[in-house]
């Protein structure tokens, strides 16, 4: 069986195209980039999908060697994510179903990151750290449901090194621009630190930061460097907290900040000392893509689930909670 998958949530407009052998035919991403120290115009990333998404599809069918006819099932993401951008995507999606006489089924976006890192690492049962530009949460599967048992009480820590970027002046998205910083800085600057049990906050590290920045008084490399340093260790003592509370032995990271090196980097050490198994996930499966929607499309379908085109529609604040994961029962 082979599915469709098509994201469209926030900053990407994706397709991503596998089979149930789990074989990736075809994984094309394209970004929206906002203007200069601006953030996402959802308007504008809208227009901008809808302009593309032809030729993002035709490029992903050649890329994939098949024609639209050959696909088996049409996946979309319909939440969390900005009301404009999903509808763009969904809207695709119910034109190709209908047309193509093929059924289709709404995804969870979380969800779908969840998946696709079990996929690739073949874990069963992952304690999972969730980190994108919106979220910051640590999951794990329990009496039958995906549970947040810790998050972030504002803002994501993808958000967080979005701005702190953009208040040095450059382009989104942040995350690469501070880890390339990062790299080059050698003196630690004192950051607050704040954990709250397996929770945590990173609103007052932002402010922080922004008078860093802003005093002059520091090396861009070395706030990069102090910021990466500070929030990924809090990153470590969540996650840690959670897997002697939840006793499991696997690790995953998953969503647009997984791609850091140094955090993987860390993730790899904490991971030895406890004794559980732990395996990066490539980049291109890491942040927003349309293989993770195709492949978490094909567990809820395989698994029964059924959506009626003329029914879905987004949901802008869906959570993981939201979903119950039968494909994951006996
Ligand atoms: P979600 O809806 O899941 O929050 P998203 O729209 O934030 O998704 P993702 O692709 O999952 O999209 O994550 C994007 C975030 O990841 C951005 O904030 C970006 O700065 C961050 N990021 C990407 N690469 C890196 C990196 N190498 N280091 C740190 N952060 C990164
Ligand atoms: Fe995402």
Redesign the pocket.
């Known amino acids: 069986m082979i599915c469709l998958g098509i994201e469209s949530?926030?900053?990407?407009l994706a397709v991503g195209i596998i089979n149930d052998k789990r074989e990736i035919l075809a994984n094309i991403i394209y970004n929206f980039k906002p203007p200069k120290g601006m953030g996402l115009i959802p308007r504008d990333a809208a227009e901008e999908y809808s302009k593309k998404v032809y030729d993002i599809l035709t490029e992903a069918f050649d890329n994939a060697n098949l024609k639209p006819e050959n696909i088996d099932l049409i996946a979309v993401t319909i939440g969390?994510?900005i009301g404009h951008c999903l509808r763009v995507g969904i809207s695709v999606a119910k034109y190709l179903a209908l047309r193509l006489k093929k059924p289709i089924v709404g995804v969870n976006?979380?969800i779908a990151?969840l998946e696709v890192a079990k996929m690739y690492t073949g874990f069963k049962d992952p304690l999972m750290l969730?980190?994108?530009?919106?979220?910051t949460q640590i999951i794990t599967y329990k009496d039958g449901k995906y549970r947040v048992i810790g998050e972030t009480l504002d803002i994501?820590?993808?958000?967080l090194?979005?701005v702190v970027?953009r208040e040095m002046g450059y382009d989104?998205?942040?995350?690469?621009?501070?880890?390339k910083l990062a790299k080059e800085g050698k003196n630690y600057i004192e950051i607050p630190y704040t954990v709250k049990g397996i929770d945590l906050t990173f609103g007052g590290i932002l402010t922080y930061v922004k008078n860093l920045i802003k005093s002059g008084k520091y090396k861009n490399e070395d706030i990069a460097y102090s910021l990466?340093e500070t929030v990924f260790a809090m990153l470590m003592e969540v996650s840690e907290r959670a897997l002697a509370y939840t006793n499991k032995k696997e690790f995953v990271i998953?969503?647009?900040?997984?791609?850091?090196?140094?955090?993987q980097e860390m993730a790899k050490e904490m991971c030895k000392e406890w004794g559980v198994k732990f395996k990066p996930i490539p980049?291109e499966l890491?942040?927003?893509?349309g293989v993770m929607i195709a492949w978490t499309g094909l567990l809820m379908y395989k698994s029964g689930i059924r959506h009626k085109p003329e029914k879905l529609r987004e949901l802008q604040r869906y959570r993981v909670e939201d979903v119950d994961p039968i494909w994951l029962k006996p």
């Open positions: 949530s926030a900053y990407a969390p994510g976006h979380c990151h969730y980190v994108s530009g919106g979220n994501g820590i993808g958000n090194f979005d970027a989104m998205p942040g995350g690469p621009k501070i880890e990466q998953t969503g647009g900040v997984a791609c850091n090196k140094r955090l980049s890491a942040r927003d893509n």
